[in-house]
């Protein structure tokens, strides 16, 4: 299942519809799983900082939905012996804290994984999380693909869970620390610019008046710090 090449251009996706589902009763009884991981954000201004531990003081997803999310977010990016999977980005983490910002994104995620538990069920007489690998993978390819040109509000519920997972797990992986190292991003970086080319300038009857060019484009000048007058105007 590489599918991670074509899985890199998807970026969040839009809200899944309202939740439509029942008959669903997920067990927990005699697990012992540990709640979901907090995160850190360096970098931030105090009033963020005070609403990201706002929200990480409290706790959407329990101990069940956490474990069932990790196996579901190693199904849709597995690591490999070249790659870095879900898991190792915590990209649960990221969910948590994502479905705790936008609140509308709670029903659906945990309606989803109702419903992966009662289809586990009802098909393999277990709950996802302890369904086979193959199990798991045969309830996917169910909602995996869908007709893009059918809107959302027009697909069954558990199609806009996976569609919203697949989203939330590529985000949160490429947004990490790990995922940006992937794929190689390099952030801003100082270059050189010498201005617009003159064989467009010429194809546009346009040119650079040439004080302009003394005090914008001499490279020699790139460490001043620009300055301007009452007006408006470049001065150096």
Not at 61 to 83: K, M, Q
Request: aromatic share 8%.
């Amino acid at each position: 299942m590489d599918r991670r090449k074509s899985l890199k251009s998807i970026v969040l996706g839009s809200v899944a519809g309202g939740l439509a589902i029942h008959g669903c009763k997920p067990a927990t009884e005699g697990t012992e799983l540990t709640e979901a991981p907090k995160i850190t954000y360096p970098g931030r201004v105090p009033q963020e900082t005070e609403l990201i531990d706002e929200l990480q003081d409290e706790q959407f997803l329990n101990p069940h939905e956490v474990e069932t999310l990790t196996i579901l977010c190693d199904l849709i990016l597995p690591p490999s012996e070249d790659y870095k999977g879900a898991s190792d980005a915590d990209v649960v983490g990221f969910i948590e804290f994502m479905s705790k910002d936008e609140e509308t994104l709670q029903p659906d995620i945990r309606g989803g994984i109702m419903w992966l538990d009662h289809k586990g069920n009802t098909e393999y007489g277990a709950e996802f999380k302890k369904a086979t690998e193959e199990q798991q993978r045969a309830i996917l390819d169910g909602i995996a693909y869908y007709d893009p040109e059918v809107p959302s509000n027009e697909r069954p519920f558990e199609v806009n869970f996976f569609s919203l997972v697949r989203n939330l797990t590529m985000t949160g992986f490429y947004t990490s620390k790990i995922g940006i190292e992937e794929i190689g991003y390099k952030g801003n970086q100082p270059n050189v610019w010498d201005g617009v080319p003159d064989d467009v300038l010429e194809q546009h009857g346009v040119s650079y008046d040439e004080e302009w060019l003394a005090k914008c484009v001499d490279q020699s000048k790139r460490g001043i710090i620009a300055e301007w007058d009452e007006d408006g105007n470049l001065l150096t």
